[in-house]
């Protein structure tokens, strides 16, 4: 099967189509990816990595409010979607997949142009720009929550499947992550990470939680800054820790996420869609700081969600301190009991089977053509 995949600008568009990818290439060797990004997103970093062919164009996104850059923006979409065809024209693909951002508007409406299938994956709650507009020409949308479809009323095709990194992360390997961490397998770790972007307000607070750790003596930390945040954080951490660094490593961004996900005991984190998903399929408890910079919103909606199941605590932003990130660890580190319980209510929660439900959605598309 040949299947293009596009989606990016951050982490939790580009992982979800790269699980799709690798289940595609798992159900049925042979089969050929091509990846359509942009140069500037995450993607054009992380997906030539995968091994994956990778072909960029260049599109910003709309401004919510009006200006000239809106104008800029319609003429770039126009030059995308002629781009896309070309890209199309060439590979032939069977199938086109996109898991939002920017840059699946003209490559997935370009494919409904030239009667390719088209699929979107929607990662949240409520969906985002470019997939509600592309929502009026693709042949199917699948959505990670079942109160999301009544944001897709423009299409018949509607499937609940879960967020793919969910299955991601069933091939994860807990000692791969120690290893890749240089730690010793077994050592309770609680993982920091402010998306995949890094969040500066969860950095700064870990930073003035540092002198609170000798209470905890046990537990080590994985601190991910965020690429754009790593000198600045690693500063402040080696000037706040004179004593006890070897129990805090800091990282700017983290490439076999699966792995170190799969040996924590901990996540402490932003309430990005695909985090959870993957999070939620490995059983993990949580303490979410959900980034009030979002449409909507919508990371507050999903931190609640998991919190109402148990499987998670939360803090909001403005309630953010170095003392209460502290207080938030410690209640879950400090009582296995409780752990364990909330373990077990993330688990309930992960759908590892959703690749393979999207995999036969992108099948029965391929039929019906
Ligand atoms: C600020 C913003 O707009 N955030 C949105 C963005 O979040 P963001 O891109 O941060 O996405 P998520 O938090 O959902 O997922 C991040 C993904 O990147 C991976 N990862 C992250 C850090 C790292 O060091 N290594 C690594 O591999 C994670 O394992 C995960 O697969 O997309 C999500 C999914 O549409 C939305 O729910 C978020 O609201």
Redesign the pocket.
């Known amino acids: 099967m040949r299947v293009v995949l596009t989606g990016g600008?951050?982490?939790?568009?580009?992982?979800?189509a790269l699980a799709i990818g690798r289940e595609v290439s798992e159900r049925q060797p042979g089969s050929s990816l091509l990846y359509i990004g942009t140069s500037r997103g995450?993607e054009g970093r992380?997906v030539p990595e995968q091994g994956i062919a990778f072909e960029n164009i260049t599109i910003t996104g709309f401004r919510r409010s009006l200006s000239l850059e809106n104008v800029k923006t319609v003429m770039r979409f126009l030059k995308g979607v002629r781009r896309s065809k070309e890209l199309l024209r060439q590979f032939k693909p069977d199938v086109v997949v996109g898991t939002?951002?920017y840059v699946c508007g003209p490559v997935v409406y370009a494919a409904s142009r030239l009667g390719i299938p088209t699929l979107i994956h929607e990662?949240?709650v409520v969906p985002?720009l470019t997939n509600k507009f592309l929502s009026r020409y693709v042949d199917g949308v699948a959505v990670s929550f079942a109160e999301s479809a009544s944001h897709f009323k423009n299409c018949s095709n509607v499937v609940y499947a879960g967020n793919p990194?969910a299955t991601?992360v069933l091939h994860a390997d807990g000692r791969q992550g120690y290893e890749s961490l240089g730690m010793k397998p077994g050592t309770p770790f609680v993982l920091i990470?402010?998306?995949?972007?890094g969040?500066r307000a969860l950095n700064d607070a870990f930073v003035r939680m540092l002198p609170l750790l000798k209470k905890l003596p046990e537990v080590h930390f994985v601190f991910?800054t965020?690429e754009r945040f790593y000198k600045d954080a690693e500063d402040a951490v080696r000037r706040e820790l004179r004593e006890g660094t070897d129990r805090v490593k800091v990282?700017?961004?983290?490439?076999?996420?699966?792995d170190v996900?799969a040996a924590s005991s901990l996540y402490v984190?932003?309430?990005?869609?695909?985090?959870?998903?993957?999070v939620t399929s490995l059983g993990l408890p949580s303490l979410l700081v959900p980034?009030p910079?979002?449409?909507n919103n919508?990371?507050e909606a999903?931190a609640r969600s998991l919190m109402n199941a148990g499987a998670a605590n939360m803090i909001l932003e403005r309630e953010l301190s170095g003392e209460a990130l502290f207080a938030g660890i410690d209640s879950i580190m400090g009582d296995r009991t409780r752990r364990d319980a909330m373990s077990e209510s993330s688990r309930n929660l992960g759908m590892p089977e959703s690749a393979a439900i999207i995999y036969d959605q992108i099948v029965g598309l391929q039929r019906k053509r």
Do not use: K, W
């Open positions: 600008g951050t982490g939790g568009h580009i992982y979800p995450l992380i939002g951002g990662q949240n985002g990194c991601r990470v402010g998306g995949s972007g969040a991910v965020g990282l700017p961004y983290i490439g076999n996420m699966p996900l984190g932003r309430a990005g869609a695909s985090f959870l998903a993957e980034s910079n979002v449409t919508h990371q999903n």
